[in-house]
């Protein structure tokens, strides 16, 4: 009887010292969550976007907040607040330096205006390397697209004659592409800036203000599958890290046009914009607890189907999407490139 009292006994003790180290654990994982609850319930979210709400981007911003909310603890409001402007400095310079950095405001920035930051960082007030990565709703590929009355259809006859192609600003794929065909394909595209956005610029089109335009390849049927189905466009070059057959097969790759080494490394250094894609930031300095909470619902909601349903309706990719370490690697890796080729891919996209 005394050896069976003391095996209860010892039992009894091993429990109870089970139960004072996971109540903590428990207890403080609890309370964790339900601070983060606490704070965002009531509060309003501001999604910050860098460019007009008027083509892509702002289809999968809105697409996004829509579902958003209901996966953040405590279920806040998520409106969104447009801030376009220098091909999305404006928008970066804000998050970076103006807006709160307790969680209520996130965003996405025009990814190319990321990889400014590395090749002007004199000219932006931000550094992508300090911001707090959400994640991507989607990779992105960029073409080169001309007007189906443009006087250069291809390639080619684009390196024989001159297209005017519409741009906004120099930190934006709608410069950057169309310097770098310019300087590494010696096509003679002419690039006409200050175009407040994608919308503009295809307004532009349609009147023959100018010939075509760089831009994401999502956009073109998000914002005008009437174009693509009346074969008003005419796609000259993609640009990404493959071939999207949907583009056409006969649509070359630009990184298969340039040679490898020095060429094919600035190809893909620029390209790290479309390797982050349609990217969701925080402010830097955001509690840790919040930025978890916010990579969990964006998470979430890449993985809702009633978002998967509405994004594959209006025709956005609800498949490559991407978490917030993975982005902060991209970021990470295209600040770790030497001064030497930096400068070199500075030169090509016509940054002075």
Known sequence: MPIARVKMTRSRMLARAVLVVVLPLVTITAAKAQSVADFYRGKTIIYNLAVPDGASWGLYARTFIEHLHKHIPGNPTVILQVMPGAGG???????????????????????????????????????????SWIGSMAVVQDVITVWHTAPAKTLDEAKRTELVMGATGKASNSFQDIALANNLLGTKFKTVRGYKGGAEINIAIERGEVHGRATTWDSWPGSHPDWLRD????????????????????????????GEGEPRAIVDFVGASLAMGRAVYAPPGVPKDRIEALRAAFVATMKDPAYIAQA??????????????AVERIVNEAFSLSPALIQKAKSAIDLP
């Not at 000259?236 to 046009?257: A, C, H, S, T, W």
């Open 312 to 325: 594959r309706k209006l025709k956005l990719d609800a498949d490559t999407w991407q978490t917030g370490d």
């Open 231 to 258: 074969k008003k466009l005419v796609h000259l070059v993609q640009l990404g890290p493959r071939k999207l057959p949907e583009i056409g097969n006969d649509v070359p790759l630009f990184r298969d046009l340039v």
């Open 89 to 131: 400095v404006i928008a970066g310079n804000h998050v970076f330096n103006v807006a709160a950095r307790d969680g209520t405001v996130i965003g996405t920035p025009l990814s190319t205006s990321m990889v400014f930051a590395a090749t002007d960082p004199d000219q932006v007030k931000y550094d992508p390397r300090k911001f």
